[in-house]
């Protein structure tokens, strides 16, 4: 078996302002629609396949295993769509596609508490500020759909998401362990 130390953060509106996130030229959100359910999952792929956390969660490491959590996510009752965005890189010249570099899910748990889930930016756009304009575009979502807090866990050893997080304001409230078989990974695709 495997451990994997993790760190549940809130964020709680009523201690911080959300500022406006600002997105680098060439870049825009989209808003969750259940036709781009699979860019979510393939762009999901593409963010998580050789990081940390497909270790601590190996249906992260293959695009069938994002496929199936992105299902998951969308078809809970608590899927919240204002907290659930992409982002693209619009665009340009000979390549007129939008190529999905980001995404981001949220689910409203309670009453007046959400959670975030899988936030993740593609390599090749890491450390342009857009993992940031994601975590600040759905706390808006969240704050509009009326809730007070949101939760999120981050493995510990993943120090660009922790700093990520705590930088936007959210605080460490507990840490958990997390057990995973000892096994070789399986992804292939
Ligand atoms: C975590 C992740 C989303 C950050 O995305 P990003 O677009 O590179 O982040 P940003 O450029 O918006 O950076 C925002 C802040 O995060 C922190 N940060 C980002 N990369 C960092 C790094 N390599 N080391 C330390 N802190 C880092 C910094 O505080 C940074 O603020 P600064 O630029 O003012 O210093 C991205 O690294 C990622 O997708 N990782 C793989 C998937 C993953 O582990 N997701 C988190 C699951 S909990």
Redesign the pocket.
Known sequence: MRYFRRFRMEFNFSEHEVPDPELPPGYRFVAWKPEDLDRHAVTKFA??RN???SQVFPSLATLDGCRRLMLEIASQRTFLPPATWLICRVGEGSNPEPIDC?TIQGLANGRDAGSIQ????CPD?????????LVLQSLIGFQAAGLRRVF????AE????V??YR?VGFRLIRTTFRQVPDQSPTASD
């Open positions: 963010c998580f990081e940390l956390d980001g899988n936030v993740g930016v756009h890491r450390g342009s500020g857009l993992g940031r304009a999120l866990e981050a493995t993943n120090a660009p998401a700093e990520l930088s």
